[in-house]
């Protein structure tokens, strides 16, 4: 027999011994194989779990997104609408405060002296000036519009002057003759210096504002002179019943775009 710690051991007990050693050690390795298997699973489902939730959070921040940049973009849409909305107010405003003053003038004609009113200059070009225009074939310097229209261009230029959105008005008169306030008189005159014809009678917003008799907007068209896009807004002016001739203001798209 073997001496173990000072038990004696052989035979019988001896096995016993080693059947034991042999289960403890096929147990532990059971164990440890259960707890390396657990421990892979449970990191598997971890890494799944956050892999679902990181999807989930995405998913959730991209329609917080979305839903940030439609709210978003619907307020700004409706305040660019807004502010849209109150400058063509402001400019009916004005174009009925020139309607106005052009039938007070020439209701009152008779009280005004004869001043002439000059054609556009080009080296006054950048400066706000009242210029003369005139439909092909008509004499301007015969016009009687324009010898009372001379006494408006002082508050024209200066509704242009202070005005920043204005760019221009003006004066379309059935005689065909213009008077215009703007501060581009360089465009006026075509390659060979000659100034170019304005027929404002046949002018989209001249033959409009006749035909409602009141103040109108009319669609997107092209400037004259420049060949800008723009707005016009305008209103026949009647002295007595009689027809005068058709104020404008012009609103330029580029304008808007930038005070919007």
């Known amino acids: 027999m073997k001496t173990l710690f000072g038990f004696k051991i052989g035979g019988l007990k001896q096995k016993i011994l080693t059947l034991v050693i042999l289960l403890f050690l096929v147990t532990v390795v059971f164990f440890s194989f259960v707890s390396l298997y657990k421990t892979k699973f449970l990191a598997e489902i971890v890494s799944q779990a956050n892999d679902q939730q990181q999807v989930a959070l995405s998913a959730v921040s991209a329609d917080t997104i979305d839903q940030v940049i439609n709210t978003s973009m619907t307020k700004t849409n409706a305040l660019q609408a807004y502010i849209a909305d109150d400058m063509f107010e402001e400019i009916r405003t004005d174009v009925s405060t020139l309607q106005s003053l052009t039938h007070d003038f020439f209701l009152h004609k008779g009280a005004y002296d004869f001043s002439p009113l000059y054609p556009p200059d080009p080296n006054l070009d950048g400066t706000i000036t009242a210029q003369c225009l005139w439909d092909e074939g008509v004499d301007y310097h015969n016009s009687d519009y324009l ?24 004066v379309g008169f059935v005689d065909g003759t213009s008077l215009c306030v703007d501060a581009m008189s360089a465009n006026k005159f075509d390659e060979d210096g000659n100034i170019i014809p304005f027929p404002a009678r046949d002018r ?6 006749v035909e409602t008799g009141d103040i109108c907007f009319s669609g997107v068209i092209y400037d004259t002179f420049s060949g800008a896009p ?19 203001i012009d609103l330029f798209l580029d304008e808007l775009e930038a005070y919007v």
């Open 147 to 170: 010898a009372v229209a001379v006494h408006m261009s002082n508050t024209m230029i200066t509704m242009c002057d202070t005005l920043g959105y204005m760019d221009n008005c003006y």
């Open 204 to 209: 989209t917003w001249y033959t409009e504002a």
């Open 230 to 248: 723009c707005v016009t807004c305008s209103a026949p002016v009647y002295v007595n019943g009689e027809l005068v001739g058709v104020v404008g």
